[in-house]
C-alpha cells in the first residue's frame, strides 16, 4: 500500500519529503520517551515536561535521520550520482538514488557516509549532555537520549545485511574483488535475508515471552529488511536490462489514436473495452492533438457520454505523460513510477512517433532475464 508524500523543505536542491506512514511511529516514540524512558531515567518532573522532552526527543531523531540520509545523497552527488531526494518512513529513511554508484569505491564511500555521521551526531549530543553536568534536567536528559540513538542507529546500519549500509559495505568490498556488480549484489542480497530471516524469527520469541511489542516490531523489521532486499537486487537489474536503451526501442510504431468527433460512449465500448487501455492519444488528420484517459471519462456524468465528444475533454499534452524517442528507458520507467501512468505518449517534434507502456518494459526484461542469466 503505497501512501501520500509530504514534501518538508530542500536542503542543497535536495527534496525532503514526509510519508505518511511516519507519523504513527513519531506518535508511538513519542509516547514511549514520555510515558516510559524519561520518567525512568528522571523522576520526578511534570507529565507536561515529560511530553516535551518526548516530542522534541522524537523531532530530534527525526532530524538525526535526515542528516544520516544527507551525508549519503552528498556523498552520491561528489561521484556523478543523482539524488531524487529523502523520504523518511515508517522503517526510517532512505536517499532515493537515480543511479547504482559507478565504481565499488564509491559505493564505500557513500555507504560509509550515513554510520560516520550517526557517531559524529553521537558525540555532539553526549558532549553536550556532559557539558550539562549530567543534572536531572530535561535538556541533558534529551541530548542523551539523541546520542544513544543515533550509536545505535549507526551500529544497526552497520550490520552486513544489504541494503543497510553495512551491507552496502559488503557489496562494494564483493565487487572490489570479484568486478561484477551484479554477483555481488545477489550475495549481499542473501545474506541480507538470512538477516531479515534471524530477527523475524528473534521477533517471534521475544513475542512468545511476552514482549509483544518489541516482538511484533522486530519480526515487522525483519520482514522488512527481507522485502528492502529483494527490491534492492531487482532494482541492479533492471538499471543493467535498460542502461543505455533509448524508448525508441521499446515504443510501439503507429498506436491506436482517438478521433475528436468521437463520443464518449463510443470510445468507452470501442477503444477502452476494444483494446484495454487507459491512455489514448487524440488526433485529427494526423495532427496530434493532445489526449485522452479513463479519468476524463469519470469526470463527466454518464448520462452526458453518448452526447459529449472527445474533442471537449482532450487534456492537453504534458512533461508528466509524455517522452521523446530518445529518452533513456530508465528515465521513463521511472516517470511511469512517478505519475501513476502505465503507459506515455512517445512525441517527437510535436508528431506522435508511438506509445511506450509498462507491458513493454517488463516483456523485454523477462526475456533478458531469462535469457542473460
Same mark, same amino acid.
Given at each position: 500500500? &503505497?501512501?501520500?508524500?509530504?514534501?518538508?523543505?530542500? !536542503?542543497?536542491?535536495?527534496?525532503?519529503?514526509?510519508?505518511?506512514?511516519?507519523?504513527?511511529?513519531?506518535?508511538?516514540?513519542?509516547?514511549?520517551?514520555? !510515558?516510559?524512558?524519561?520518567?525512568?531515567?528522571?523522576?520526578?518532573?511534570?507529565?507536561? *515536561?515529560?511530553?516535551?522532552?518526548?516530542?522534541?526527543?522524537?523531532?530530534?531523531?527525526? &532530524?538525526?535521520?535526515?542528516?544520516?540520509?544527507?551525508?549519503?545523497?552528498?556523498?552520491?552527488?561528489?561521484?556523478?550520482? $543523482?539524488?531524487? =531526494?529523502?523520504?523518511?518512513?515508517?522503517?526510517?529513511?532512505?536517499?532515493?538514488?537515480?543511479?547504482?554508484?559507478?565504481?565499488?569505491?564509491?559505493?564505500?564511500?557513500?555507504?560509509?557516509?550515513?554510520?560516520?555521521?550517526?557517531?559524529?551526531?553521537?558525540?555532539?549530543?553526549?558532549?553536550?549532555?556532559?557539558?550539562?553536568?549530567?543534572?536531572?534536567?530535561?535538556?541533558?536528559?534529551?541530548?542523551?537520549?539523541?546520542?544513544?540513538?543515533?550509536?545505535?542507529?549507526?551500529?544497526?546500519?552497520?550490520?552486513?545485511?544489504?541494503?543497510?549500509?553495512?551491507?552496502?559495505?559488503?557489496?562494494?568490498?564483493?565487487?572490489?574483488? +570479484?568486478?561484477?556488480?551484479?554477483?555481488?549484489?545477489?550475495?549481499?542480497?542473501?545474506?541480507?535475508?538470512?538477516?531479515?530471516?534471524?530477527?523475524?524469527?528473534?521477533?517471534?520469541?521475544?513475542?512468545?515471552?511476552?514482549?509483544?511489542?518489541? =516482538?511484533?516490531?522486530?519480526?515487522?523489521? =525483519?520482514?522488512?529488511?527481507?522485502?528492502?532486499?529483494?527490491?534492492?537486487?531487482?532494482?541492479?537489474?533492471?538499471?543493467?536490462?535498460?542502461? +543505455?536503451?533509448?524508448?525508441?526501442?521499446?515504443?510501439?510504431?503507429?498506436?491506436?489514436?482517438?478521433?475528436?468527433?468521437?463520443?464518449?460512449?463510443?470510445?468507452?465500448?470501442?477503444?477502452?473495452?476494444?483494446?484495454? +487501455?487507459?491512455?489514448?492519444?487524440?488526433?485529427?488528420?494526423?495532427?496530434?492533438?493532445?489526449?485522452?484517459?479513463?479519468?476524463?471519462?469519470?469526470?463527466? $456524468?454518464?448520462?452526458?457520454? $453518448?452526447?459529449?465528444?472527445?474533442?471537449?475533454?482532450?487534456?492537453?499534452?504534458?512533461?508528466?505523460?509524455?517522452?521523446?524517442?530518445?529518452?533513456?528507458?530508465?528515465?521513463?520507467?521511472?516517470?511511469?513510477?512517478? *505519475?501513476?501512468?502505465?503507459?506515455?505518449? !512517445?512525441?517527437?517534434?510535436?508528431?506522435?512517433?508511438?506509445?511506450?507502456?509498462?507491458?513493454?518494459?517488463?516483456?523485454?526484461?523477462?526475456?533478458?532475464?531469462?535469457?542473460?542469466?
Amino acid at each position: 500500500m &503505497a501512501f501520500p508524500r509530504l514534501r518538508l523543505f530542500r !536542503v542543497r536542491g535536495i527534496p525532503v519529503r514526509l510519508d505518511a506512514s511516519w507519523f504513527p511511529i513519531a506518535l508511538l516514540i513519542a509516547w514511549s520517551l514520555a !510515558v516510559q524512558l524519561f520518567p525512568a531515567w528522571r523522576p520526578g518532573l511534570s507529565p507536561t *515536561t515529560y511530553w516535551i522532552m518526548g516530542v522534541v526527543g522524537a523531532v530530534g531523531l527525526f &532530524a538525526s535521520i535526515v542528516v544520516h540520509e544527507l551525508a549519503h545523497a552528498l556523498v552520491a552527488r561528489r561521484h556523478q550520482i $543523482p539524488i531524487d =531526494g529523502i523520504t523518511l518512513f515508517v522503517f526510517g529513511g532512505v536517499a532515493e538514488m537515480g543511479a547504482e554508484p559507478p565504481s565499488a569505491k564509491a559505493e564505500l564511500r557513500m555507504a560509509i557516509a550515513g554510520p560516520l555521521t550517526s557517531i559524529g551526531i553521537a558525540g555532539v549530543a553526549l558532549a553536550g549532555s556532559a557539558l550539562a553536568g549530567g543534572s536531572p534536567g530535561a535538556p541533558a536528559s534529551v541530548l542523551a537520549y539523541l546520542g544513544a540513538v543515533n550509536l545505535l542507529l549507526a551500529a544497526f546500519n552497520l550490520l552486513p545485511a544489504f541494503p543497510l549500509d553495512g551491507g552496502r559495505v559488503f557489496r562494494a568490498l564483493l565487487w572490489r574483488r +570479484h568486478g561484477n556488480l551484479v554477483r555481488a549484489t545477489r550475495t549481499a542480497t542473501n545474506v541480507g535475508r538470512v538477516f531479515g530471516a534471524l530477527l523475524m524469527a528473534f521477533g517471534g520469541v521475544r513475542f512468545l515471552l511476552g514482549d509483544l511489542l518489541g =516482538g511484533v516490531w522486530s519480526f515487522l523489521i =525483519g520482514l522488512f529488511l527481507r522485502q528492502a532486499a529483494d527490491a534492492s537486487y531487482q532494482q541492479v537489474l533492471v538499471r543493467r536490462a535498460f542502461a +543505455h536503451e533509448p524508448v525508441r526501442r521499446f515504443m510501439t510504431v503507429g498506436p491506436i489514436s482517438v478521433r475528436p468527433d468521437v463520443t464518449l460512449a463510443q470510445f468507452l465500448d470501442g477503444y477502452v473495452y476494444r483494446y484495454h +487501455h487507459k491512455l489514448f492519444p487524440v488526433q485529427d488528420n494526423g495532427r496530434l492533438l493532445g489526449m485522452i484517459s479513463t479519468r476524463q471519462l469519470r469526470d463527466v $456524468p454518464r448520462a452526458d457520454w $453518448p452526447f459529449r465528444k472527445v474533442g471537449a475533454v482532450t487534456v492537453p499534452l504534458s512533461d508528466a505523460a509524455t517522452v521523446t524517442p530518445d529518452t533513456g528507458a530508465l528515465q521513463a520507467l521511472g516517470r511511469m513510477r512517478q *505519475t501513476g501512468r502505465s503507459r506515455l505518449l !512517445v512525441v517527437d517534434h510535436g508528431r506522435l512517433a508511438g506509445v511506450l507502456s509498462a507491458r513493454d518494459l517488463l516483456d523485454f526484461l523477462s526475456l533478458k532475464l531469462e535469457l542473460e542469466p
